[in-house]
């Protein structure tokens, strides 16, 4: 078994394959990485990803980001990336929360406007006698 770290796999346990790039810098900026012990391929990737934040998956590399009502995902790992918050009420989504119709607006499940409206709903199905618990 080779020494070292075991590889590096994505949110699907595949290994992320990794190559070697040169980059051209300023002298004075390689001294102060030195000086500091940055690590150049670390300093590379956090700064890449932090940049192109909602155009990469941080977990798989893949490029096919999708920016939906909720907030940003990624369509190969499912994994997400960031959630928005509810227009109207700023509850930040969930992976499980549901952008609803609150008053012709986009809510979310969570808006008071909505759990009323939820509530009412109740109410009068109780009327009509039909069972909901
Ligand atoms: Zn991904
Ligand atoms: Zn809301």
Redesign the pocket.
Known sequence: MPAGRPPEVD?NGKAIEKCLVNATIPTKLRDFLRQHNINRSELLRTAALKLMEFKI?P??Y?HDIKDNLKGHS?N??D?WLKFKRCDLCEAAHTPTSKPTSVDGKVGCDLCPEYLAQVEENKKINVVFGDVQR
């Open positions: 949110s998956c977990s798989c893949s990624c190969n790992c994994k």
